[in-house]
């Protein structure tokens, strides 16, 4: 079982830069693809950054040329620069493997940490 905990988050003024971290642990050698998400106000929640095992990347249009994901070990990282206060909304930290135990994909998700952008 795969448990992630997000950190990072906090206030900003626009154009400023955050780092945001996700720890995983357990079985995560299962682990195939990891992924931000965020939710911001009266927004459904979308995919900002993905990463596969290999290192593929994969970036939302609305944040390309100004995020970075990255990833070390069991730890993905979501480098924030040039900040927006669009950008403002609960991140999440995702991933997605496969349990051999159980033979069956999965789903997991960090708590959310808060990122605010002020204008």
């Known amino acids: 079982q795969v448990q992630l905990v997000e950190s990072g988050g906090g206030l900003v003024q626009a154009g400023g830069s955050l780092r945001l971290s996700c720890a995983a642990s357990?079985?995560?050698?299962?682990?195939?693809?990891m992924a931000w998400y965020r939710q911001a106000p009266g927004k459904q929640r979308e995919l900002v950054a993905g990463i596969t095992r290999g290192g593929s990347t994969n970036y939302a249009n609305s944040v390309k040329g100004r995020f970075t994901i990255s990833r070390d070990n069991a730890k993905v990282y979501l480098q924030m620069n040039s900040l927006k206060p669009e950008d403002t909304a609960v991140y999440y930290c995702n991933a997605n493997g496969w349990d051999s135990y159980s033979n069956s994909g999965y789903d997991r998700w960090g708590q959310g940490t808060q990122v605010t952008v002020s204008s």
């Open positions: 357990g079985s995560i050698f299962s682990i195939a693809t």
